[in-house]
Nanobody, 123 residues
Framework: QVQLVESGGGLVQTGGSLRLSCAAS????????MGWFRQAPGKEREFVAA????????YYADFVKGRFTISRDNAKSTVHLQMNSLKPEDTAVYYC????????????????WGQGTQVTVSS
């Protein structure tokens, strides 16, 4: 089992920045690819970014390229999502997720999920 706890969400104005963190416990963190997903009210959960276990490979949804950066610290079993130039359409609950093995953008391939953290971007 892997336990995930997100933090760092909040209310920010358009153009602002937030840094989300996800703390993992329970297994060898570097064995797991990590992903960030989000879900807005009335919408399906969507992929945001993912990073391989070593941190050497990353993958982003087109709508966040150049604005968001995913990173991880395997010594501290944490993954971060730095979000810059935030827009109102980025408003959602953001979830971190873990999967054993290679990087993936499909939410159903992730076995472990955090409880989510709310990000609200005001216009």
């Amino acid at each position: 089992q892997v336990q995930l706890v997100e933090s760092g969400g909040g209310l920010v104005q358009t153009g602002g920045s937030l840094r989300l963190s996800c703390a993992a416990s329970g297994r060898t963190f570097s064995n797991y690819a990590m992903g960030w997903f989000r879900q807005a009210p009335g919408k399906e959960r969507e992929f945001v970014a993912a990073i391989s276990g070593s941190g050497g490979n990353t993958y982003y949804a087109d709508f966040v390229k150049g604005r968001f950066t995913i990173s991880r610290d395997n010594a501290k079993s944490t993954v971060h999502l730095q979000m810059n130039s935030l827009k109102p359409e980025d408003t959602a609950v953001y979830y971190c997720a873990a999967r054993l093995g290679y990087i993936s953008s499909t939410y159903y391939s992730y076995a472990y999920w955090g409880q989510g953290t709310q990000v609200t971007v005001s216009s």
